[in-house]
């Protein structure tokens, strides 16, 4: 019994002894910038930049081998930060981009065609029949999108999903989530927006919505350019400047909203 006690004894003994020399001859010293730039970075670990997270990202940018300015999210200072930390010429931060349900069709605005009452997933509830709302492009209101933000940017409101800008980390998570494909990503800076992403034709859009695209492109001569039709939806072109005040009050379809 006591010789079975030394025995383990030692070779307990003699395991740590080699860990604790192994620690200290084999470890590799971690450049200190990596745990900077860590710092600097939002720390949403989203993805966003291409890597796992910030740290994968912080130890890319070290190597030289990323931009600083891959994060969408990293504010114009934190850049500026990390560009001094590493010695380099301050490097412009991308224009932010943020995410935008292209749907106003909630539970008063549009029509449904049955009850549903399984999961709470907007996959889920779109594999029933195509969903329970009538119009076949319209936000589903599970709130998948809500579940898969990391910033606490979007709510439910209504039955539909809203993002608050000034909360959004550009992350597209919700982008990819959205099983309807009606989440898009628009510049932070621009605040006309088309809230709907019907092709229907626009009696269709007429019966079942209340707030939709009628593809009546009375938009399109106002907005000079930067308004054009895909099919029978009027869709905003972000690189064109669009400030005609007058668009959310002359569209008929009442999905035209300065935000």
Do not use: W
């Amino acid at each position: 019994m006591i010789t079975s006690i030394l025995v383990v004894s030692g070779i307990g003994l003699v395991c740590g002894v080699a860990l604790a020399l192994g620690a200290r001859y084999l470890s590799v010293e971690e450049n200190p910038l990596i745990g900077t730039v860590t710092e600097l970075l939002l720390g949403a670990n989203c993805g966003a930049c291409g890597y796992a997270g910030c740290g994968g990202y912080a130890q890319a940018i070290v190597a030289g081998e990323a931009p600083p300015n891959r994060c969408p999210s990293c504010t114009p200072e934190a850049l500026a930060q990390i560009s001094a930390a590493l010695g380099i010429a301050p490097i412009e931060a991308a224009a932010r981009e943020v995410a935008l349900v292209l749907c106003r069709g909630d539970d008063e605005q549009a029509q449904k065609r049955f009850v549903y009452d399984g999961i709470t997933a907007c996959a889920a509830a779109a594999a029933v029949g195509g969903g329970d709302k009538a119009c076949r492009y319209g936000c589903l209101g599970y709130g998948t999108c809500l579940r898969a933000c990391p910033a606490g940017a979007i709510e439910m409101v209504n039955g539909v999903a809203r993002v608050h800008p000034e909360l959004c980390i550009s992350c597209r998570k919700c982008v990819a989530a959205c099983p309807r494909g009606i989440i898009r990503m628009v510049p932070a800076a621009s605040h006309t927006h088309i809230f709907c992403s019907s092709r229907d034709p626009g009696a269709t859009v007429r019966k079942v919505c209340k707030v939709g695209c009628i593809g009546c492109r009375i938009c399109t001569r106002l907005a000079e350019g930067a308004i054009t039709m895909d099919g029978t939806l009027a869709v905003v072109d972000y690189k064109q400047p669009l400030d005609n005040e007058e668009l959310p009050a002359k569209c008929p379809g009442k999905c035209i909203l300065k935000v």
